[in-house]
């Protein structure tokens, strides 16, 4: 996916904000996502970019957003981030099996208007390796709102490069 792609897929006038925000990246990867989040964030902004095998540099600032990268383990590892305004997490939730339990660690976290973007396969079935733990659009929804999240919006859908189905992005917030 090329980042054009990327920043059309998690389209949403709900991330922008006027004052610089915080969030974090949890499974950045190579930062395509991340970079496409700092599109729509004001200057001033900061990215905490967490993955175990994180290749971002810290200079990076796209579009005066601050990148601040960290080698963590985001299931296994105390996360040790402030209060966030939001949680991207661009194809890593698949990767979570105790996803009510993940959730209940994530919300520590964010702050009370805190919300989360999520890009995810959209399937409960597993492929080994590449997507243990799956989560279709349906599921996700089901999980946000038992965890006392009030709205789920799929901002847009796109054919997995794989052939198995369609990539999603979500927004959820509490409103």
């Known amino acids: 996916m090329q980042l054009s792609e990327a920043i059309q897929l998690i389209r949403n006038d709900q991330i922008s904000a006027a004052t610089p925000s915080v969030w974090a990246d949890l499974g950045c990867g190579s930062g395509l996502f991340t970079f496409a989040l700092a599109h729509y964030l004001p200057a001033g902004s900061r990215i905490y970019a967490l993955d175990q095998n994180n290749p971002l540099k810290p200079e990076i600032r796209p579009n005066g957003v601050e990148v601040v990268p960290r080698q963590k383990d985001f299931v296994r590892d105390e996360l040790e981030l402030p209060a966030l305004d939001g949680i991207l997490m661009a194809n890593a939730l698949h990767y979570v099996a105790d ?20 890009v995810e396969y959209d399937t409960d079935k597993p492929v080994p390796t590449w997507v243990p733990y799956p989560i279709s659009f349906a599921s996700l929804t089901r999980l946000v709102t038992t965890a006392g999240y009030s709205t789920i919006e799929k901002l847009g859908e796109r054919p997995s490069r794989y052939g198995t189905g369609n990539m999603y992005a979500a927004f959820i917030t509490r409103t």
């Open 99 to 118: 996803k009510p339990g993940f959730l209940r660690k994530l919300q520590t976290y964010l702050k009370p208007n805190g919300r989360f973007l999520i």
